[in-house]
């Protein structure tokens, strides 16, 4: 499995604050407006309730062609054969992970750390995320990594380069313009009284 050859939007899902439902209608209107990837992020339901809304979700990617990936849990990316998995820093390691999901993307949060990201890379990550780049809502505790530390990051790695943390359309612009290759993107678009124009926006900063 491979990473979207072009940039642009990596859609994690907002658990904290949408029902299921809401969540399945929301998420269906932002694939069709069309993004990249979409990341299941799910940290407080029980197993086969996760299973469940990721069975679902899984469903509405595959209809708009849309990668779907697995935060954190290995054992549910192989069980429902999902495209790829997630890992942050108190996960499985990607060795493990690679034995389990074989060819699947694996995805690496390497928050300010970029001796870490090199090292995610040597270790076969298909993908790093870096942040937090802004003050973020889902993560207001995350500590802030400075965005010239994107083109270094980008000087010393071969794989995807992934923004993540309080990205807005505003502010989004300069991580791209600092070779970000995706933006990772929560309640910037699903606490949006407008999804479809905020994809839009989101995606008009890679033009």
Do not use: W
Not at 163 to 192: H, W
């Amino acid at each position: 499995m491979d990473m979207p050859k072009s940039s642009g939007i990596y859609l994690i899902s907002d658990y904290k604050n949408l029902a299921i439902d809401d969540l399945l209608d929301k998420t269906e209107k932002i694939l069709d407006a069309g993004i990249s990837l979409f990341q299941f992020r799910d940290k407080i339901s029980k197993y086969e309730i996760k299973k469940s809304t990721a069975l679902k979700l899984q469903i509405l990617c595959k209809k708009y062609n849309t990668l779907f990936i697995i935060n954190d849990d290995v054992v549910l990316a192989k069980e429902i054969s999902a495209d790829g998995v997630h890992l942050g820093r108190d996960d499985m390691d990607i060795d493990m992970a690679r034995k389990i999901l074989g060819d699947k993307i694996i995805g690496v949060s390497c928050y300010n750390n970029l001796e870490d990201a090199i090292t995610a890379e040597i270790l076969g990550a298909d993908y790093i995320t870096l942040g937090s780049f802004f003050n973020s809502p889902t993560k207001p505790e995350a500590r802030m990594i400075a965005i010239d530390l994107l083109p270094i990051a980008k000087s010393k790695l071969n794989i995807p380069v992934v923004a993540i943390g309080g990205i807005t359309p505003e502010n989004g612009k300069q991580l791209v313009d600092n070779k970000a290759d995706f933006l990772a993107i929560i309640s910037g678009i699903y606490a949006s009284t407008d999804i479809i124009n905020s994809v839009k926006a989101y995606k008009n900063l890679f033009y």
